[in-house]
């Protein structure tokens, strides 16, 4: 058995503030320890359920460079560093069998959550209209969220999103595991977050281990309590696996992105197939599947952090 598991920061129990994640500022020494902590956490929970499993764990916040090697279970292998291919998912492959969302935070916009963003907080919001296949006969049932639909599914299928849908790190990431028919069965971080994924992937565990007060307050469990929490959920959540569907997006998709910056815009217009929409900062495009979409996203994130010579 083959787990990844993706840790980022802002959605770890006790951090609240972006002085606690921002390698620049006083106090992101302490949101490291507890950002290995937690993955720890997330490990032992899945090997006390799969005790032979390969696990992975990817280092998925800001520089990828977080999680202390040195104190992170000796049992797993770190993926570290960038750029890298699938960004915050490094590791996963098709013989991947469960992925795990440790640290997550809800899409900007969405809230009060704790330091809500999307990607590097210059992406506004992204847009996404799956297409249901024509043989698609299953029930669908409204979500939460502009036009969305999930689709009833049974045990084995997938779940399929259809209609416009606005995607934040949790959606943008979970619909690419599914793209390579991985189910994400954990998902933690504060409340918000939790209700995202939830609404998207309703079968997955979540732990909300902090409630959101603001952007930069929240009530948050015991960092102790939430590790003993997050443990038993990952045991659970990686033995339930097979009952917990990917998410599936089926191509071709029609993309629109918001970007902070008109700056971002002009640059994202040089890449082929991808077009300004009504007003300054819009960018839209078409892509045949998934995972095409996915890089798309993460080039466009990229652009966003260029700035005017």
Do not use: W
């Amino acid at each position: 058995m083959k787990a990844l598991i993706s840790v980022d920061m802002e959605g770890i129990s006790g951090i609240v503030h972006s002085s606690e994640t921002n390698p620049e500022r006083y106090d992101y020494q302490r949101g490291r320890e507890l950002m290995t902590a937690e993955a720890n956490a997330v490990i032992a929970g899945v090997l006390d359920a799969e005790p032979t499993a390969d696990v992975l764990v990817a280092d998925a916040h800001g520089t990828f460079r977080n999680l202390l090697p040195e104190q992170l279970d000796r049992r797993a292998r770190l993926v570290r560093g960038k750029p890298r291919a699938l960004n915050m998912l490094a590791g996963l492959d098709e013989e991947t069998d469960a992925a795990l969302f440790v640290g997550y935070h809800v899409r900007a916009g969405e809230g009060p959550g704790v330091l809500a963003h999307t990607m590097n907080g210059e992406i506004l919001d992204v847009r996404v209209t799956g297409r249901a296949p024509d043989e698609d006969v299953r029930v669908t049932a409204r979500a939460p969220g502009e036009g969305a639909q999930v689709t009833a599914h049974t045990p084995g299928e997938d779940v399929r999103i259809t209609g416009r849908r606005s995607l934040g790190e949790i959606g943008l990431n979970a619909a690419m595991a599914g793209h390579l028919g991985v189910p994400v069965v954990l998902i933690s971080g504060d409340g918000a977050a939790c209700a995202e994924a939830a609404a998207l992937i309703p079968e997955a565990v979540t732990v909300p281990v902090k409630e959101a007060l603001g952007m930069a307050a929240a009530v948050t469990l015991h960092p102790e309590e939430a590790r003993d929490r997050l443990r038993r959920a990952a045991a659970d959540a990686v033995s339930r696996r097979t009952e917990i569907p990917p998410l599936a997006l089926t191509g071709p998709l029609d993309v629109e992105v918001d970007l902070a910056s008109p700056h971002t815009t002009d640059l994202a217009t040089l890449v082929p197939g991808v077009s300004r929409t009504a007003g300054a900062r819009t960018v839209a495009f078409t892509a045949p599947d998934y995972g095409t979409a996915y890089r798309l996203i993460l080039l466009l994130a990229q652009l966003a952090t260029i700035r005017p010579a």
